[in-house]
């Protein structure tokens, strides 16, 4: 009698040990169907890549900024935003689906999906590479026109200031040099001090602690002056634009100090450039994958 239970009972535990088999044999080929279909996506974003040629970005990140190149980069830009990004957003959500009932396929999810933040972070730093350098771009065209149009008031005032000696202004033309001439003094002493600088943090804070407030000052001062002749007064106004391109050229050479910053924090070598250059990222997925389909082989 305690034989035939003995055999009952063994032939129950095998049966319950290979349903238990069968089952997670189908969970895991309900995992590799879905898989698939994730995979598919991601082919479909590794085309993206290759077809936007980000390899350009070496050469482009490395030269002077032209017409063509600026348009370049605008254009792998836009690509990268409209055409690169929703097609991530598409192979993570697909991966955040896969099926994971059991044990093995619950840890195969959760290193895939690893992997997929991974490929993201990296793919995110491409587009914020991208961002940045357009950004660039941008700032140091702005502080151009700033400088442009300084000089461009700078010559109004100049030719006002001739307009008034001519009418013989002589009081109001000279107090009037003599503070400007006083004001590019301090502004000179004040500017040069951390000209030579290297140190991001010293110029930023050389910015806005000396070199903002003293423009800020000298602005006030040009509104108080006393002036009666009307040369001489539109003389101060170009002063004042003048120094309104001032303060936005060092509002801009801040900006391009913090775009630096952030430029340096993303090593360009280690960008994606072609859709094979996401596959070390599949490194400990495709061993763990390949143990446990092995295990249902």
Same mark, same amino acid.
């Given at each position: 009698m305690?034989?035939?239970?003995?055999i009952?009972?063994?032939f129950?535990?095998s049966?319950?040990?290979s349903?238990?088999?069968n089952?997670?044999s189908?969970?895991?080929?309900d995992?590799?169907?879905?898989?698939?279909?994730?995979k598919?996506k991601?082919?479909?974003l590794?085309?993206?890549?290759?077809d936007?040629?980000?390899?350009r970005?070496?050469d482009?990140?490395?030269?002077?900024?032209?017409?063509n190149?600026?348009?370049e980069?605008?254009?792998?830009q836009?690509?990268?935003?409209s055409?690169l990004?929703p097609?991530?957003?598409?192979?993570?959500?697909?991966?955040?689906?896969?099926?994971a009932d059991?044990?093995?396929?619950?840890?195969?999810?959760?290193?895939y999906?690893k992997?997929?933040?991974?490929?993201?972070?990296?793919?995110?730093?491409?587009?914020n590479?991208?961002?940045l350098?357009?950004?660039?771009?941008k700032?140091n065209? +702005?502080?151009? @026109?700033? %400088? #442009?149009l300084f000089e461009?008031?700078r010559? $109004?005032?100049?030719a006002? /200031?001739? =307009?008034?000696?001519?009418?013989?202004?002589?009081?109001?033309?000279?107090?009037?040099k003599?503070?400007?001439e006083?004001?590019?003094?301090?502004l000179?002493n004040t500017?040069?001090?951390?000209? +030579?600088?290297? @140190?991001? %943090? #010293?110029?930023?804070q050389?910015?806005e602690t $000396?070199?903002?407030p003293? /423009?800020? =000052?000298q602005?006030?001062?040009?509104n108080?002056t006393a002036?009666?002749?009307?040369y001489?007064?539109?003389a101060?106004?170009n002063?004042?634009e003048?120094?309104?391109?001032?303060?936005?050229?060092?509002?801009?050479?801040?900006?391009t100090?913090?775009?630096?910053?952030?430029?340096?924090?993303?090593?360009?070598k280690?960008?994606?450039?072609?859709?094979e250059?996401?596959?070390?990222?599949?490194?400990?997925?495709n061993?763990?994958?390949n143990?446990?389909?092995e295990g249902?082989?």
């Amino acid at each position: 009698m305690k034989k035939i239970i003995c055999i009952v009972l063994l032939f129950c535990f095998s049966i319950t040990l290979s349903a238990c088999g069968n089952e997670g044999s189908t969970e895991f080929k309900d995992f590799d169907s879905t898989l698939n279909d994730v995979k598919s996506k991601e082919t479909e974003l590794k085309k993206v890549i290759d077809d936007i040629h980000l390899k350009r970005l070496d050469d482009l990140s490395k030269t002077d900024m032209t017409d063509n190149n600026k348009k370049e980069f605008n254009e792998l830009q836009n690509k990268v935003n409209s055409k690169l990004i929703p097609k991530l957003d598409n192979y993570e959500t697909a991966a955040k689906k896969l099926p994971a009932d059991s044990e093995e396929t619950k840890k195969l999810k959760s290193t895939y999906l690893k992997s997929v933040k991974e490929k993201k972070a990296a793919i995110n730093n491409l587009k914020n590479f991208t961002d940045l350098c357009n950004q660039a771009v941008k700032a140091n065209e +702005d502080i151009l @026109d700033y %400088t #442009k149009l300084f000089e461009k008031n700078r010559s $109004q005032v100049e030719a006002h /200031i001739q =307009k008034a000696s001519d009418a013989g202004s002589t009081t109001d033309v000279n107090n009037f040099k003599h503070k400007l001439e006083q004001n590019n003094k301090e502004l000179r002493n004040t500017a040069e001090k951390e000209a +030579d600088s290297t @140190d991001s %943090t #010293k110029v930023r804070q050389s910015i806005e602690t $000396q070199i903002m407030p003293l /423009i800020d =000052k000298q602005i006030k001062d040009l509104n108080k002056t006393a002036i009666t002749n009307n040369y001489v007064n539109d003389a101060r106004k170009n002063a004042i634009e003048m120094y309104y391109s001032l303060q936005n050229y060092y509002e801009t050479r801040k900006e391009t100090i913090d775009i630096s910053e952030q430029l340096e924090k993303i090593n360009a070598k280690d960008l994606p450039k072609k859709g094979e250059d996401l596959e070390k990222f599949d490194a400990d997925f495709n061993k763990e994958y390949n143990n446990v389909k092995e295990g249902f082989n």
